[in-house]
Nanobody, 122 residues
Framework: VQLQASGGGLVQAGGSLRLSCIASGDTFSNYNMGWFRQAPGKEREFVATASRSGIYELYADSVKDRFTISRDNAKNIGYLQMNSLEPEDAAVYHC????????????????WGQGTLVTGLQ
């Protein structure tokens, strides 16, 4: 499966953005979808994951109650709605796909899209 993330941009602290991840090349519902982020000088970290059916969601503590992951399997697209953005949220955001549900670590995801940059948070 190929993944393409988009939707990043320049945003002020307290603002909102919605990231999108378009999947192609395979049936999207075959994969657990995840979002990760990487800030300059830091390791890539888990943000959120949605199970193949979309029923199960899991979030990093740092984004819980501010970010919402969702997916539309019929359209082969996933989303990350980000609200109440904070300076610490500035990073390159990557979507990823795993064969198994409930995965939250980088090594467990098999496919990665290019990143989309969220910046400008002050």
């Amino acid at each position: 499966v190929q993944l393409q993330a988009s939707g990043g941009g320049l945003v002020q602290a307290g603002g909102s953005l919605r990231l999108s991840c378009i999947a192609s090349g395979d049936t999207f519902s075959n994969y657990n979808m995840g979002w990760f982020r990487q800030a300059p000088g830091k390791e890539r970290e888990f943000v959120a994951t949605a199970s193949r059916s979309g029923i199960y969601e899991l979030y990093a503590d740092s984004v819980k109650d501010r970010f919402t992951i969702s997916r539309d399997n019929a359209k082969n697209i996933g989303y990350l709605q980000m609200n109440s953005l904070e300076p610490e949220d500035a990073a390159v955001y990557h979507c990823a796909a795993a064969f198994s549900d409930y995965e939250t670590t980088v090594k467990d995801f098999d496919y990665w899209g290019q990143g989309t940059l969220v910046t400008g948070l002050q």
